[in-house]
T-cell receptor, first 115, second 111 residues
């Protein structure tokens, strides 16, 4: 167990709807990264938050947005859902600013199905 | 374009066999290479490698990095059915701190 929690575990939405996924980072960690993992693929980087500021973004459209709170928990919001957004969404927490010693620890993920 | 390539993509072995998983990469601003094991959902951390030629070991698992040839291997000796999982290789980039993952390698260990 990494101490990283995510909610909900499963979610079913229809095309065009909006969704909010939540992540609580491991105690003492100030950095949260979000990844999308489609079936049979490796995780793809969406974005990262370090001390409440976005610290890098992958190749995802603006309808993917995020937020980090003062307690370092985080939300991922996806607007105008598309069928291809169906995937496992993983949150990873780390202690940023540690240079080479930084390791990301993953939560159990949220399985999103878009119908 | 940054990429991480794992091979083979799947492997079926018998308990007691030794397996070698390969990971090659072409990534800008390389910082470190990480191996994860994914059984159901959450990838669990195995190793982080930053220096060439220094083997990291944990029980029956070991890993090494070659920064000149841009690859890493993960070895599992005396495999057990509990080793059945997807093994992910990821490269961490400086700057944005993101991880670039390979597609993963599905290992099945039969009794």
């Amino acid at each position: 167990e990494t101490g990283v929690t995510q909610s909900p575990t499963h979610l079913i939405k229809t095309r065009g709807q909006q969704v909010t996924l939540r992540c609580s980072s491991q105690s003492g960690h100030n950095t949260v990264s979000w990844y999308q993992q489609a079936l049979g693929q490796g995780p793809q980087f969406i974005f990262q938050y370090y001390r409440e500021e976005e610290n890098g973004r992958g190749n995802f459209p603006p309808r993917f947005s995020g937020l980090q709170f003062p307690n370092y928990s985080s939300e991922l919001n996806v607007n105008a859902l598309e069928l291809d957004d169906s995937a496992l969404y993983l949150c990873a927490s780390s202690l940023g600013g540690q240079g080479l010693g930084d390791t990301q620890y993953f939560g159990p993920g949220t399985r999103l199905t878009v119908l | 374009e940054d990429k991480v390539v794992q091979s083979p993509l799947s492997l079926v072995v018998h308990e007691g066999d030794t397996v070698t998983l390969n990971c090659s990469y072409e990534v800008t601003n390389f910082r470190s290479l990480l191996w994860y094991k994914q059984e159901k959902k959450a990838p669990t951390f195995l190793f982080m490698l930053t220096s060439s030629g220094i083997e990291k070991k944990s029980g029956r698992l070991s890993s090494i990095l070659d920064k000149k040839e841009l690859f890493s291997i993960l070895n599992i000796t005396a495999t057990q059915t509990g080793d059945s999982a997807i093994y992910l290789c990821a490269v961490r980039q400086g700057g944005s701190e993101k991880l670039v993952f390979g597609k993963g390698m599905k290992l099945t260990v039969n009794p």
